[in-house]
């Protein structure tokens, strides 16, 4: 093992903490564009929740339990550089799109670009820092969060004014591009030079080399990946499950979840287009003479996302016995998701409208995404680096510390976030989204840290990517557009947002479940990596890859 010097850990955690910024940047940035978007392209509240949430979140999830297994099994840092790559190229491309399905297309690439990064990420800093560091570690790393969050507001927003005070409305500006599609490329084109500073400067670690047994190299890598998004979209999934010598019964139950979704997708499109009046159920085209609306799209997409997630669940109970047991089979894990899910769903409804319903409501003009992206950067980089320190140090005072840290601070959050739109002060409106967002990230870095302890190191990438699935698929694929569609057939966007706010109790339920098992979870992931590193015990993948290979 090659001996660092004691500040490389740090500079390593220092980068990766700028990739996560980036990566938010480029995701958060359609925020402080909404009503520019809107003005150009004439599309509405639920379109826009669309590209916020739903189109980035749906591929974002697909994509990240492959690539999370390719992070465990192959070099992390060649991930991250390659998703690092993709997902700025796919952002720059953003900036050229001249309709909303252009720029659905381009928010899908950078989606599925930026579910490589945090599990790479996360597994990298576990072979960088012991565990007794974890919760402060991942606290620090999230800081991304909020530093790109606020500088996607401070630069789009900057980016617009400067743009509209230079070319206005002249028609001289280069390409003839508009303010906002000049912001997409400003953004996206330095994640392109960043990545040649990660290839160049981060060493990959051996594997687990903290724990009391090196993880095992993964000797097919992309092999095993490819094997997993198969296992997520039929036919493919199908012949996964022959691999797998699976029982018929296994198949009806594959096809159940299918028709499932199908069915769900239709009676809700069909319910959410009651919603709304015929000139806001904006229709993007039509199939088979068949009207596509915003919210056939959004539906099909939370179909496809809910069925490929439910193969993989499959396909890990019955072909990686260890998975099954630690993160698919774990009440503990699954409640944890649940509470993280809800917890995200409040963020996203609340973070992505917080530019049009300030413009909107309180006619602030686009230097006030300036404001509100030094008051996210300062507030919410401060409040998850002090997360850190108070959720490490709740843990050593109680084993349910982590958990009743974050109950404190989402209630926190949500009754600033209660104050911020229902005052009509503006005033009052910074301090209360100051406040929001002191408290807002200060679930991330605990909930992340206690799926960590629940998983043995060569699933730490996957445990993050399945962790996730709830955050992303429900929280972001679901929060903004519930918002937006709310405020579409109601007309009051304060009023769509201060519902989204009231799902706070079945986080809480959820960490209160959690809690009641935690301590056994705990003890699980201990006894599978005492087995998995006794003499003569195979790894679990290598017997499931075995098993696949002889029948």
Not at 244 to 266: F, H, K, Q, S
């Amino acid at each position: 093992m090659t001996r660092e010097r004691p500040w490389y850990r740090w500079y390593v955690l220092f980068i990766l903490t700028l990739i996560y910024a980036f990566s938010y940047v480029d995701r958060q940035i359609v925020t402080i564009l909404a009503p520019y978007l809107k003005k150009d392209m004439g599309i509405s509240d639920a379109q826009l929740g669309l590209l916020y949430g739903t189109s980035f979140a749906l591929f974002y999830c697909v994509f990240g339990i492959p690539l999370a297994r390719l992070a465990d099994g192959w070099s992390r840092v060649r991930t991250l550089a390659l998703g690092l790559s993709f997902w700025s190229l796919m952002t720059a491309l953003s900036g050229l799109s001249r309709n909303f399905a252009q720029l659905g297309a381009a928010r899908v690439g950078v989606g599925v670009g930026e579910a490589s990064a945090t599990p790479a990420a996360v597994s990298l800093l576990g072979d960088y820092f012991e565990r007794a560091r974890r919760g402060t570690v991942l606290a620090l790393y999230s800081v991304g969060v909020y530093v790109g969050a606020g500088a996607s507001l401070a630069i789009g927003g900057s980016i617009v004014a400067a743009w509209e005070r230079t070319y206005g409305t002249s028609g001289l500006a280069p390409l003839g591009l508009s303010g906002w599609q000049a912001s997409f490329i400003g953004v996206g084109v330095p994640g392109l030079v960043f990545a040649l500073v990660v290839l160049l400067t981060v060493r990959e670690p051996e594997r687990g080399r903290l724990d009391a047994v090196p993880a095992r190299a993964d000797p097919h890598p992309f092999a095993h990946a490819m094997r997993d998004l198969g296992a997520m979209v039929p036919p493919w999934s199908w012949m996964h499950l022959a691999a797998l010598d699976a029982p018929r019964r296994e198949y009806a139950r594959n096809v159940g979840y299918l028709l499932l979704a199908a069915c769900l997708a239709m009676f809700a499109t069909h319910v959410t287009n009651g919603m709304l009046s015929a000139s806001r159920n904006a229709q993007i085209g039509s199939l088979y003479g068949m009207p596509v609306t915003s919210n056939l799209v959004q539906w099909l997409a939370i179909a496809i996302a809910v069925y490929v997630c439910s193969n993989w669940y499959q396909a890990t109970r019955l072909g990686d016995p260890a998975a099954h047991r630690l993160i698919t089979g774990s009440k503990t894990f699954m409640s944890i998701t649940v509470a993280g899910a809800f917890l995200a769903f409040a963020m996203n409804a609340v973070n992505g409208f917080v530019f049009v319903y300030a413009s909107r409501t309180l006619g602030l003009t686009a230097q006030a995404g300036l404001h509100l992206g030094i008051i996210a950067i300062i507030a919410g980089g401060l409040g998850i680096t002090v997360s850190g320190y108070l959720c490490d140090l709740a843990k050593r005072r109680h084993a349910l510390g982590r958990l009743w840290f974050v109950c404190f601070t989402a209630t926190a959050f949500t009754a600033a976030s209660v104050v911020q739109y229902l005052t009509t002060s503006i005033t009052t409106f910074y301090c209360a989204y100051a406040l929001a967002t002191f408290f807002v990230p200060m679930w991330f870095g605990p909930l992340q840290a206690t799926t960590q302890d629940l998983v043995i190191p060569r699933l730490r990438g996957t445990a993050f990517a399945a962790f996730s699935l709830g955050p992303n698929i429900f929280g972001l694929g679901l929060g903004p557009y519930c918002v937006g569609l709310l405020s579409d057939a109601t007309g009051d966007l304060r009023l769509a947002i201060l519902c989204a706010l009231g799902v706070l109790p079945v986080s809480i339920a959820a960490l209160m479940v959690a809690g009641r098992t935690l301590a056994q979870g705990e003890e699980t992931a201990r006894a599978e990596l005492a087995a998995y590193g006794t003499a003569g015990v195979r790894d679990t993948l290598d017997v499931a890859v075995e098993h696949q290979l002889t029948h």
